[in-house]
């Protein structure tokens, strides 16, 4: 669906970025976050998405009204990946391909470049993807990116001084990586572990191999060992996945977006050691099997989901192929009732994040080879939910 573009307040433009670079200047024939293929087993969805975008409960019991687009924070970017929040409220931006690594300050919305991460290898998925700031940023200054390498996916730290990335430091390497399905999401838990979302890379037997690093949702301590209690004393949390790109936490209870191939993308509930049936099942029906079933399931054209927030008592889901962002209800250990808005508005979503002032930010992904650009994509747009 060709979009309209919304007509929302414009503030701190960035200037002076070129044009769009395409993944690697690599073509790409299978698009493999939206045109899936074959898939081994499906079956119905365990809460299946609605399609009008009607109010829904939050937590709190209060109804929920539509979000809105209030401001856009930045245009001019190209295939923003990575968003996280300084305490102060600024952002840091990754771009998948550029390899750049930006801050965003201040009300007026300056847009700084922090440095380029040389070490990035762009083609297809892969690039520079996730950052998380250190929970403890304010005293340690650390900055932690999911950097796609010409041998590896891997884990690196820094630090930023004088406005510039310091020296990268790799705290967990040897994650396989390839053109697609290369997962990329950092998230802190508030245990303050860092939980790291890895793809299969199309070999879809790694997900079933709890030794290998692909296909997992990982859980690391700062410096990059196997968090203390992991389930099989490795860094590997949960298993089963085939490319996770989205997660959340709601209290404790961690969340996660699924790439799902030929018949459902998915939202699941992690839970320490379970197996969460990629390649054996696509969607709901391997509970009985040792299996366990996402929370809510998707069309694959509907969402191809990449980005999850938690904000307002929802939780939020931006949709790549979809062209949608989804608010999902949540009651306790159970999401349901997703409704989606912004359908075909604004183009290919990737990455949503609650700021700390309770707003979303929201970036599009039209610049990354799969999209229609308009002018002034990619861009950043604030949404009050």
């Not at 409960?57 to 970017?77: F, N, Q």
């Not at 996280?84 to 930006?102: K, P, S």
């Not at 997962?183 to 245990?191: I, T, V, W």
């Not at 990737?350 to 970036?363: E, F, H, K, N």
Request: aromatic letters at 6%.
């Amino acid at each position: 669906m060709r979009r309209a573009l919304a007509a929302v307040a414009t503030a701190g433009l960035l200037t002076g970025l070129g044009t769009a670079c395409s993944p690697g200047g690599t073509e790409v024939t299978y698009d493999a976050e939206d045109a899936p293929t074959a898939s081994p087993t499906a079956s119905a969805p365990a809460s299946s998405a609605t399609e009008e975008p009607t109010a829904a409960p939050s937590e709190s019991g209060g109804k929920a009204g539509p979000p809105r687009v209030v401001e856009t924070i930045a245009t001019g970017l190209q295939a923003p990946w990575g968003l996280d929040f300084f305490a102060d409220g600024d952002a840091i931006v990754t771009e998948r391909d550029t390899r750049r690594v930006l801050r965003i300050s201040g009300p007026d919305h300056r847009v700084t470049e922090l440095g380029v991460v040389e070490e990035a290898a762009p083609v297809g998925e892969a690039g520079l993807l996730g950052v998380a700031l250190s929970p403890t940023h304010e005293e340690d200054g650390l900055v932690y990116l999911y950097v796609s390498t010409a041998e590896d996916n891997r884990v690196v730290r820094t630090t930023i001084e004088d406005d510039r990335l310091g020296e990268l430091e790799p705290i967990l390497t040897g994650i396989p990586n390839a053109q697609f399905h290369d997962g990329g999401r950092l998230e802190f838990g508030p245990d303050g572990m860092l939980y790291v979302s890895t793809g299969e890379i199309g070999e879809r037997e790694r997900a079933q191999d709890r030794d290998d690093l692909g296909g997992k949702i990982l859980r690391i301590t700062p410096d990059g060992d196997p968090a203390p209690g992991n389930p099989f004393g490795t860094p590997v949390w949960s298993w089963g996945h085939r490319n996770v790109q989205g997660l959340a936490f709601v209290g404790e209870r961690l969340f996660a977006s699924e790439f799902g191939d030929s018949t459902f993308d998915e939202l699941n509930l992690i839970e320490a050691g379970e197996n969460y049936g990629w390649p054996e099942v696509e969607g709901t029906g391997g509970s009985g099997s040792g299996y366990v079933d996402p929370q809510v399931t998707w069309d694959t054209d509907e969402a191809s989901p990449s980005g999850l927030a938690y904000a307002d008592g929802h939780l939020w889901l931006a949709a790549l192929r979809g062209e949608r962002l989804w608010r999902i209800d949540v009651q306790g250990r159970r999401a349901s009732g997703a409704t989606p808005f912004f359908v075909g508005e604004h183009g290919r979503m990737r990455t949503v994040a609650a700021a700390p002032d309770g707003s979303l930010w929201l970036t599009t992904s039209n610049r990354d080879g799969r999209g229609q650009p308009a002018e002034g994509d990619d861009r950043i747009l604030r949404i009050t939910p």
